[in-house]
């Protein structure tokens, strides 16, 4: 089965529809009752705060760099601009009477495009659409990405600008092929596809500082393809004339990396403070650099939170955090927004809001990704033999190494950082590496669901059939929807999540 098949014209529309059909189906579970609990939720304490001071023009500071802040509170201002929101659903805890509407509403519409971006970047490494579906149908069905978009937090933004930077980096050099092989005139995208690609890094940084994760691991899988390259003295590793955008990253020089990858990124993140520090001039870019760090090292250990959990836990979800939880007698009744919980055997009804990953998914995922890095670990041990043998010449790297390679360095460049990290974590701070950990098991069942062998169909099958499902029996924790406290325990599978 060819990694790149012929185009076919006839699959287009059908592609572009069921890619619609995604996007339709995010966008809706986002905004369908964004403005359910009318209060500040979780962080929103923080990042709606945070927007509102800087729309009155104070700075306030949170940790982290202002993008943020800034994004949200053009979605405020547009909001109150066109009298987006019920009047209902007011409330003046952010320090400005808004509808909950209006500081929601941006992170609702950008969490609806993760899917696609995710769905791009599967098209770009492989040139596969029923890859580029799965991927985008498993990522509009994750369970966390939905919660996050929901409310005003920031790793959505994150998570975004990172997947872009990728996506912009691999058709930056999947035109580079296409120049080559002479398919298309010499037009500047190029150039263009890699100051976006800086742009999108920079931008992530700029959210958080373990946005840089994502421009890590871009500089690790170009890195790999250069010595790979060097190794075999520039012959093809394919052992062929190939396309492949992986290997071809070796189209990128130190000159386009230092632009693209490294100037642009510092720019971008060096302007996205210049907002901030006009509010009070007497601040510099370094001495908030600064803060950052100070802020960070006092934050204190694995137990200032009850929800804090250690990096290795992630992987397979062992602490979700609750982000809303409030009970009531009836149906009928108002859903508290204060901090009086009504026990759970006086109440009839639960609303709570769970930072859960669908848990097929999420499990499915970390093995796939796991297995990976195993046989990728493998080969690295069968190239270190060739090499050792003064026989560089016969490495060779097939599409499926490149790709897992790919994947591997993505999540573990986003991951690993966190092992030497001291301070309280959080499970969402999984987010970044779990995103190529669900383009791992998204390859898999494409791969499977194309097998001759039936077991493999039957598996992969299997696996996206679990993943709606799960889907579908957790969504009340995503949304918030009212439960029974029969209900509500039937979904909180182990303690820990609780």
């Known amino acids: 089965m060819s990694l790149y098949p012929k185009h076919d014209s006839r699959l287009t529309p059908w592609f572009w529809v069921s890619i619609a059909v995604l996007f339709l189906v995010a966008i809706a579970l986002r905004f369908w009752g964004l403005s359910r609990f009318n209060t500040l939720v979780f962080d929103e304490v923080y990042y709606a705060k945070f927007a509102t001071a800087f729309l009155q023009n104070r700075q306030e500071f ?24 019920n009047p209902a659903d007011s409330n003046d805890l952010a320090g400005m009477m808004l509808t909950t509407f209006s500081y929601r509403w941006v992170n609702a519409l950008t969490g609806a495009f993760i899917p696609l971006v995710i769905a791009a970047i599967a098209y770009q490494i492989t040139h596969r659409r029923s890859y580029a579906l799965i991927a985008g149908l498993f990522a509009t069905l994750e369970g966390m990405i939905l919660v996050e978009s929901r409310y005003a937090l920031n790793n959505v933004y994150l998570i975004l600008f990172g997947l872009l930077g990728h996506l912009f980096v691999l058709m930056a050099v999947n035109h580079k092929v296409r120049q080559h092989t002479s398919e298309e005139s010499n037009l500047p995208w190029f150039l263009v596809y890699l100051v976006l690609a800086g742009v999108g890094f920079g931008a ?3 959210i958080k500082w373990n946005g840089l994760g994502f421009l890590l691991s871009a500089y690790l899988i170009w890195g790999i393809a250069w010595i790979l390259h060097w190794l075999r003295r520039g012959r093809s590793l394919s052992g062929a004339r190939s396309t492949n955008p992986l290997e071809k990253l070796t189209q990128l020089h130190i000159g386009h990396v230092l632009f693209g990858l490294a100037l642009v990124p510092a720019v971008t993140y060096y302007i996205s403070w210049i907002p901030y520090i006009q509010i009070d001039p007497s601040t510099s870019f370094w001495e908030w650099q600064h803060q950052v760090i100070d802020y960070h090292s006092r934050v204190g250990g694995m137990d200032a939170h009850p929800y804090c959990s250690p990096w290795y836990s992630w992987l397979y979800m062992v602490r979700p955090v609750a982000y809303f939880y409030q009970t009531t007698r009836s149906m009928n009744d108002p859903i508290p927004v204060g901090e009086t919980v009504i026990p759970q055997e006086q109440a009839a009804v639960v609303y709570d809001v769970h930072a859960l990953g669908n848990p097929f998914l999420w499990w499915f995922s970390s093995t796939a990704i796991l297995l990976m890095v195993g046989a990728v670990l493998q080969q690295t041990w069968t190239w270190a033999t060739v090499v050792a043998r003064q026989n560089a010449k016969g490495i060779t790297v097939d599409t499926t190494t490149w790709l897992m390679l790919y994947l591997v360095l993505g999540w573990a460049a986003n991951l ?13 701070h999984y987010m970044g590496s779990s995103m190529f950990a669900l383009l791992a098991i998204a390859l898999l069942c494409d791969r499977w669901l194309h097998s001759p ?9 299997t696996i996206i059939f679990l993943v709606i499902a799960a889907f579908l029996f957790w969504l009340p ?15 909180q599978w182990f303690p820990s999540w609780v």
């Open 204 to 206: 992530s940084a700029g």
């Open 477 to 491: 924790l995503y949304l918030g929807l009212p439960l029974s406290p029969a209900e509500f325990r039937l979904r």
């Open 416 to 428: 690993l950082p966190w092992m030497k990290v001291s301070r309280c974590t959080f499970i969402y």
């Open 62 to 85: 949170g940790g982290h760099p202002p993008l943020t802040n800034y994004i949200i509170a053009v979605g405020i201002a547009i909001a109150q601009r066109f009298g987006w929101g």
């Open 453 to 461: 062998e039936r077991w493999k169909q039957g598996t992969s099958i």
